[in-house]
């Protein structure tokens, strides 16, 4: 699992860990780090020249220290830094080590462009350190540093020193002129901005350089779960279970207009081992399950969880259309745990006392707020920075929330928040929605708790979706059918050598 903790947590740590260290050992550590990547990052591309972008703070020290190690080791380093805002450890390191140093005007001259010798020196790098902003600073490049990001060639190999100039440390927005890094070389743990939509694309590959951080029980502001994860989590039935004890789910969805959304929902649930399958529907759908899944059982019976709404019309009058509307209605009335997803979302009114996962994309999301609090909320807005609007529905409703998109941002109520990223964007696809729900259905089935439910859910839906057809589109349907030898594949990669 990867923890990334927030900027007031990583302080914290570092302060205990500082009282303890000689002075500079913990910088030291984070230069070792660093100076390694990138020498190894020079060493893959076949180059020998290494630039480094010194803004003002400590990541600008990381990287001026960098280079100063790299020019000692006979590399052809450089570093652009401010006239008068400089570490001076690090500037007489690099001094001594014979780095190139090109000093650039005040930040305070909004108007300052950028010296025909820093052009160069950035122009010619085959790896280039980003120490701009530290993880301190707030979205957006400052002025001075915009001209250096502009110069950085097509051709380089962009290295983030904690994170890239100009994005948001906690993830929720950033700078889209700021960069956008080739590798984060991060210390000790993620941030946020590594794992949220607004700076994972920028930060590219993902380097942890331990240098001693111990964040006892802090609770990390976001979570991710690794492919290494599932076996761990994963509801096994041993050599006693039978198919009750492993669970039994029961979907109310699909309609006369969406039928397929009820084959896709109980098709996943079957293929991701959950003990049995009850289907609550009308006619139409109803006769594509009996054909599609032989296993599931129709009709309303003991069930351990239930999923509502893939497919479901909540306004529609057709045949048997107001025996299922009933039947979803008591059930949300009802004690046990609940996915409620797409038509089903409509039927929430507020909080239920039983475990209860919503699963909205952002329009839906935006939706359920504006109609459940007292503004309006966009779908623009919830795309633009989802784990703050799956923060306000869970608090808004006391449930678990997993907000679809690329991300799948998923936060409990009681704060607890995953980012996962692990499918293709060919999943974006009508029923891949439906998928999941039944996937996610089987796990509140077994017995797991909604908010790992969702996070786990996630990653085996993408896990899925890649190995459906690698590289290339898929549907839904096969998305289901993937499901068993992905689970089976997860399981083994889990298991110690």
């Known amino acids: 699992m990867i923890a990334a903790y927030d900027v007031a947590a990583v302080r914290a740590a570092e ?14 550590r984070a230069v070792e780090g660093l100076a390694a990547v990138a020498a190894i990052r020079v060493r893959e591309r076949g180059g020998h020249r290494v630039t480094a972008l010194v803004g003002p703070g400590n990541n600008g020290a990381d990287a001026l220290h960098a280079v100063a190690r790299l020019a000692a080791d006979g590399h ?99 700078d889209p002129d700021g960069v956008f890094a080739d590798e984060t070389v991060t210390f000790s743990c993620a941030k946020p901005v590594h794992l949220l939509p607004a700076g994972e694309p920028a930060s590219g590959l993902l380097t942890i350089i331990d240098i001693g951080l111990d964040f006892g029980v802090e609770v990390p502001a976001l979570q991710r779960l690794d492919r290494v994860d599932v076996a761990s989590l994963w509801p096994v039935p041993g050599v006693t ?67 509502i709404g893939p497919g ?29 997803d797409a038509g089903g979302l409509d039927l929430l009114t507020g909080p239920r006392a039983a475990p209860t996962i919503l699963t909205p994309h952002a329009g839906e999301c935006a939706r359920l707020l504006t109609r459940l609090g007292d503004r309006e909320v966009t779908r623009s807005q919830v795309s633009a920075d989802p784990l703050r609007y799956a923060r306000e529905l869970a608090s808004a409703t006391t449930a678990s929330v997993l907000l679809k998109g690329a991300w799948s941002i998923v936060v409990g109520p009681d704060g607890t ?38 996070a786990l859910a996630a990653l085996v839906h993408g896990v899925a979706a890649q190995e459906a057809n690698p590289g290339g589109p898929i549907r839904a349907l096969r998305v289901a059918e993937a499901l068993p030898q992905a689970i089976a594949g997860l399981l083994r990669a889990g298991i110690p050598d």
């Open 15 to 28: 302060g205990v860990l500082l009282a303890t260290l000689p002075e500079g050992e913990l910088m030291a």
């Open 76 to 174: 052809l380093a450089g570093a652009v830094l401010l006239a008068d805002r400089v570490h001076e450890g690090a500037l007489a390191q690099a001094q001594a080590a014979g780095v190139v140093l090109v000093r650039e005007p005040d930040p305070g001259d909004a108007s300052a462009g950028i010296s025909t010798a820093a052009t160069e020196l950035i122009g010619e790098a085959d790896v280039v350190l980003d120490g701009i902003l530290g993880i301190g600073a707030r979205a957006g490049l400052p002025a001075y540093a915009r001209a250096w990001v502009g110069a950085i060639p097509d051709s380089a190999y962009v290295i983030a020193v904690d994170l890239p100039s100009g994005q948001d440390p906690m993830g929720s927005g950033g």
């Open 241 to 307: 279970d039978d198919k009750y004890s492993r669970g039994v789910l029961g979907i109310i969805a699909g309609s006369e207009n969406f039928s397929g959304a009820a084959v896709l929902a109980v098709t996943a649930a079957a293929n991701a081992g959950v003990g049995m399958v009850r289907y609550v529907g009308t006619a139409t759908p109803q006769g594509l399950v009996r054909a599609a899944v032989p296993e599931a059982v129709h009709g309303l019976g003991r069930v351990q969880a239930w999923v």
């Open 312 to 340: 479901l019309e909540v306004g529609r009058r057709a045949a048997g259309a107001s025996e299922q509307l009933a039947a979803a209605r008591a059930v949300l009335d009802g004690e046990l745990p609940l996915v409620l």
């Open 417 to 454: 928040a995953y980012s996962q990223n692990d499918g293709p964007a060919w999943l974006a696809t009508a029923g891949s929605g439906d998928v999941l729900a039944g996937l996610l259905g089987s796990l509140l089935a077994a017995g797991l708790p909604a908010t790992s439910a969702g």
